[in-house]
Antibody, heavy 121, light 110 residues
Framework: QVQLVQSGTEVKKPGASVKVSCKTSGFSFTNYFIHWVRQAPGQGLEWLGRINPDGDITRYAQKFQGRLTMTRDTSTSTFYMELNSLRSEDTALYYC??????????????WGTGTTVTVSS | QSVLTQPPSVSAAPGQKVTISCSGS????????VSWYQQFPGTAPKLLIS???NRPSGIPDRFSGSKSGTSATLAITGLQTGDEAEYYCGTWDDSLSGGVFGTGTKVTVL
């Protein structure tokens, strides 16, 4: 079945980097964007960015420009989100989600298993 | 702070109807499609409505979406206790060249 399986819980110190993986299966990722969304404890959803299936076009939320990198490995159908210079405010549950290639939408129909990232000294 | 504004909470008795508004601008809702998501505590969001008013397979017709100008609305009819959840609108923002979510609305069944 269609699945997005993410890597496990991460605990990082301020200033460090974290790289979260999202392994896709059950569908051809060549027809989908992969988005990354986070949710801080008790807060709402925050869009981080998306990557196209070819891995050559990314869009990042402005507040993460310069700190966020999204990549993909076609050989393993796995997508990655790396966030640098971590601070306590980055503590959140991070999700990947797929969206069929469409302009002007945010239709994420399958979501990943979620990865908890805790930033603490 | 989100560019899409939703009421923090709405409530109604079982069987009644609730509506959730999502207010944006010409850069987002006014020029793009709106989606709605349902989220229960401790679980990932679930796509409820796509492209303003389309229900993905398996979503009951008690849920409906609409859009007018720079605002969108999610309606839930025949409210059930199982509908108690957080609801978010989302769309693309052309000025930000990125996705945006609403502030979220908690639905309570009285």
């Amino acid at each position: 079945q269609v699945q997005l399986v993410q890597s496990g819980t991460e605990v990082k110190k301020p200033g460090a980097s974290v790289k979260v993986s999202c392994k896709t299966s059950g569908f051809s990722f060549t027809n989908y964007f992969i988005h990354w969304v986070r949710q801080a404890p008790g807060q709402g959803l925050e869009w981080l960015g998306r990557i196209n299936p070819d891995g050559d076009i990314t869009r990042y939320a402005q507040k993460f420009q310069g700190r966020l990198t999204m990549t993909r490995d076609t050989s393993t159908s796995t997508f990655y989100m790396e966030l640098n210079s971590l601070r306590s405010e980055d503590t959140a549950l991070y999700y990947c989600a797929r969206e069929f290639l469409t302009a002007g939408t945010l239709n994420m129909d399958v979501w990943g298993t979620g990865t908890t990232v805790t930033v603490s000294s | 702070q989100s560019v899409l504004t939703q009421p923090p909470s709405v409530s109604a008795a079982p069987g009644q109807k609730v509506t959730i508004s999502c207010s944006g601008s010409s850069f987002n809702i006014g020029n793009n499609y709106v989606s709605w998501y349902q989220q229960f505590p401790g679980t990932a969001p679930k796509l409820l409505i796509s492209k303003n008013n389309n229900r993905p397979s398996g979503i009951p017709d008690r849920f409906s979406g609409s859009k007018s100008g720079t605002s969108a609305t999610l309606a839930i009819t025949g409210l059930q206790t199982g509908d108690e959840a957080e609801y978010y609108c989302g769309t693309w923002d052309d000025s930000l060249s990125g996705g945006v979510f609403g502030t979220g609305t908690k639905v309570t069944v009285l």
